[in-house]
């Protein structure tokens, strides 16, 4: 479903038009972290967008979940809550030591605990960490209060997109593009369960934000204010 605002421009094109804008300045086409920088962009009074949920990112490192997060966050004029940013403010040390001091199986229990709370909320957008959606709890409770996006993407995409291993620690040590691949594999029929696909392999920012956006159409999740008014 399609909403058109007061010009006749549906919400898709728009807010892919001000992103398409966007990627020329920063000559960015892909979804790479550290390609795009974030400007701030305030829609008129009467074409402000509402999100019914909390739009729930999911997939592994490198699918784009914070770059395409952040911006359409940005668009929206909503919050954009990055989880592990979220742990690594509670805990006061880096993912990285939460790992090598406590161990996975402590990280998954603070980040379940973390997650439910900022599902608590007002609906934002978050992006996930790739394991997040593996525990079956936080799975339960993203699946519950927020629509969940899988950004899918293949191993060697992933890995092209990322410029810092040392700094996630499943890819730390080894052979980086088989750990992303066996992960991959391992949690495939748990990202499958996500309300909504993405393939971000061939798809530049703009088409990426596109599906999205169209994708939280459908499901009534994202609507224009005024629209909205006018049903009450």
């Excluded at 490192?61 to 954009?80: I, W």
Aim: charged share 25%.
């Amino acid at each position: 479903m399609a909403i058109i605002n007061d010009y006749g421009v549906n919400t898709a094109s728009k807010l892919v038009l001000l992103f398409s804008i966007f990627c020329v300045i920063t000559r960015s086409s892909c979804l790479p972290n550290s390609c795009l920088l974030v400007r701030k962009y305030t829609m008129k009074q009467n074409q402000n967008y509402l999100l019914s949920h909390t739009v729930a990112l999911i997939g592994l490192m490198g699918a784009g979940k914070t770059t395409l997060g952040r911006y359409f966050a940005r668009s929206l004029s909503v919050d954009f809550i990055d989880s592990d940013d979220e742990i690594v403010k509670r805990a006061g040390i880096s993912i990285p030591d939460i790992f090598e001091l406590s161990g996975e199986e402590k990280f998954r229990d603070i980040e379940q605990r973390v997650i439910a709370d900022i599902l608590q909320g007002s609906p934002v957008i978050l992006s996930t960490g790739g394991g997040a959606f593996i525990s079956p709890k936080t799975r339960e409770i993203l699946g519950n209060k927020s629509v969940t996006i899988w950004l899918r993407a293949e191993p060697e995409t992933l890995l092209s997109r990322m410029d810092n291993l040392h700094s996630r620690p499943l890819l730390a040590k080894g052979d980086p593009l088989l750990t992303l691949t066996n992960l991959s594999d391992e949690r495939k029929r748990y990202y499958e369960q996500a309300d909504v696909i993405i393939d971000t392999d061939n798809l530049s920012a703009t088409q990426a934000l596109r599906e999205l956006v169209s994708a939280l159409q459908e499901r009534d999740v994202l609507r224009l204010e005024n629209t909205v008014q006018k049903e009450l």
